[in-house]
């Protein structure tokens, strides 16, 4: 998707394990978000950012850390992943004219 | 946020106009109405957003009665490639400060040939 890129795009980690997902946008926007989708649902929010250097708990924050340490960037964070933490992952920020948001094409994570 | 409620699931055939209706009796005066579309292994896409009446783009129209309960996503003459899950949102747009998109579990087209 133009303006939001995601990687990997897909990765298994072993339950324990740590990894970092990246977002990157060139749309220079302040706003960014991560969200989980798990088969049959909807997108549910993790964490949040408004801006370089701030971060906020959404829906499903447990287990997941992030940072906007650069404004184009937003990482979120795996310490100890598990089982439950099996799904895709998709970032997304505002489109600047206020209509709607752009999402990233996502992360397939599979922790066994 | 407000909460919605649309059809789990639709049928229809190619060149035939779908129309999707949602549900948001509890939605808020700065609240707008948006619609978005996913394709397996894609993030979703924007399709369309209104606040009232009518809104028409190249994709779809959107249709908001006067009480704002409720709104239809149309979609003219589908296609095969028309076949995605389609979300309806409600909540404030970013020009009313920042905002958090809630995702119900959204309504999966299947269009036949």
Same mark, same amino acid.
């Given at each position: 998707n133009a303006g939001v890129t995601q990687t990997?795009?897909?990765?298994?980690?072993?339950?324990?394990?740590?990894?970092?997902?990246?977002?990157?946008?060139?749309?220079n926007h302040e706003y960014m978000y991560w969200y989980r989708q798990d088969p049959g649902m909807g997108?549910?929010?993790i964490h949040y950012s408004v801006g370089e250097g701030t971060?906020?708990?959404?829906?499903?924050?447990?287990?997941?850390?992030?940072?906007?340490?650069?404004?184009?960037n937003f990482l979120l964070g795996l310490e100890s992943?598990?089982?439950?933490?099996?799904?895709?992952?998709?970032?997304?920020?505002?489109?600047?004219?206020?209509?709607?948001?752009?999402?990233?094409?996502?992360?397939?994570?599979?922790v066994v | 946020l407000a909460k919605t409620t649309q059809p789990i699931s639709m049928d229809s055939y190619e060149g035939q106009e779908v129309n999707i209706t949602c549900s948001h009796n509890n939605i808020a005066t700065n609240d707008y109405i948006t619609w978005y579309q996913q394709f397996p292994s894609q993030g979703p896409r924007f399709i369309i957003q209104g606040y009232k009446t009518k809104v028409t783009?190249?994709?779809?129209?959107? @249709?908001?009665?006067?009480?704002r309960k409720s709104s239809t996503l149309s979609l003219p003459r589908v296609s095969l490639s028309d076949t995605a899950v389609y979300y309806c949102l409600v909540g404030p747009t970013m020009n009313s400060?920042?905002?958090?998109?809630? @995702?119900?579990?959204g309504t999966m087209l299947l269009v036949s040939p």
């Amino acid at each position: 998707n133009a303006g939001v890129t995601q990687t990997p795009k897909f990765r298994v980690l072993k339950t324990g394990q740590s990894m970092t997902l990246l977002c990157a946008q060139d749309m220079n926007h302040e706003y960014m978000y991560w969200y989980r989708q798990d088969p049959g649902m909807g997108l549910r929010l993790i964490h949040y950012s408004v801006g370089e250097g701030t971060t906020a708990k959404g829906e499903v924050p447990d287990g997941y850390n992030v940072s906007r340490l650069k404004k184009q960037n937003f990482l979120l964070g795996l310490e100890s992943a598990a089982p439950s933490q099996t799904s895709v992952y998709f970032c997304a920020t505002p489109n600047r004219d206020g209509y709607g948001y752009t999402f990233g094409s996502g992360t397939r994570l599979t922790v066994v | 946020l407000a909460k919605t409620t649309q059809p789990i699931s639709m049928d229809s055939y190619e060149g035939q106009e779908v129309n999707i209706t949602c549900s948001h009796n509890n939605i808020a005066t700065n609240d707008y109405i948006t619609w978005y579309q996913q394709f397996p292994s894609q993030g979703p896409r924007f399709i369309i957003q209104g606040y009232k009446t009518k809104v028409t783009n190249e994709v779809a129209s959107l @249709f908001i009665p006067a009480d704002r309960k409720s709104s239809t996503l149309s979609l003219p003459r589908v296609s095969l490639s028309d076949t995605a899950v389609y979300y309806c949102l409600v909540g404030p747009t970013m020009n009313s400060g920042y905002s958090t998109l809630t @995702f119900g579990k959204g309504t999966m087209l299947l269009v036949s040939p």
